[in-house]
């Protein structure tokens, strides 16, 4: 499986994917805004996009599909319930479905509600895992609830799915918010050498060629993993003096939203 991930530089600070079987040259293109870059991208590589896979049915996600399917007359994919969000789709996705990109590539669904209730991640059946997170992850942060979305769902997909998955998995997320994000985990967490020490390394990195962390890498520096760290919750009772003694889990991944929305 070979990754390519486009940098847009947009004001969005979105990143696009594609995924491509080295075998075949067939690719999948995963929320292609920028469908300039990733056709040009695909065509430098010997590269064919057949399937274009939106996470989720945002327009910095969905904006490019037109364009890149006139190109190439690749399928669409998305989540089964974003039919009427989405104009287009071939496939509606499940959790458990397996995505196939040529010969060698094999792709899961995940089924991962909170930025919206119809979110797709992707987790790639390698020997190294690779998760393509959309918004619901993103390095050393989370993805909000704005527009479309619920936090109890978000804390519920961090807890049950993205928690359990293994510690080398690389984390592929729609946008570039690392620094921004790891300011946030210090403000919660000062003591947080790990964050501080990484924030050094890449607060002015260029996005193109910037880090691709790992889930372990983000137990360790993304507040909303971090949820029984004893800074991260005295710092949440500073505005929350009711908070309980010894809160669970949901309680100070919620609390911490509150925060994280005004940041």
Sequence with gaps: MIVERIWTGNAYRNFNYLVA??????????DPLDHEKCLATAKSRG????????????????GGNAPVIAATGAKLLAHRNAADRIAGIDRGLAAGDVIRVGRTVELEALDTPGHTMSHICLLSHTEAPALFCGDTLFNAGAGNCHNGGHPKELYHTFAAQLARLPDTTRVYPG?????????????REPD????????????DQDPAQGVVTTLGLEKEVNTFFRLTSPTVIARLREAFPDLPDAPDPETVFLKLREPRNRW
């Design 192 to 203: 947080n050498g790990r964050a501080a020490s990484m924030l050094g390394t890449v607060g």
């Design 47 to 62: 590269w064919r996009i057949t399937q274009v896979l939106n996470t989720h049915e945002h327009g910095d996600h969905t």
């Design 175 to 187: 946008h570039d918010y690392i620094a921004n994000n790891l300011r946030f985990t210090l403000d």
């Design 21 to 30: 079987c080295p075998e075949t040259g067939e690719a999948l293109a995963i």
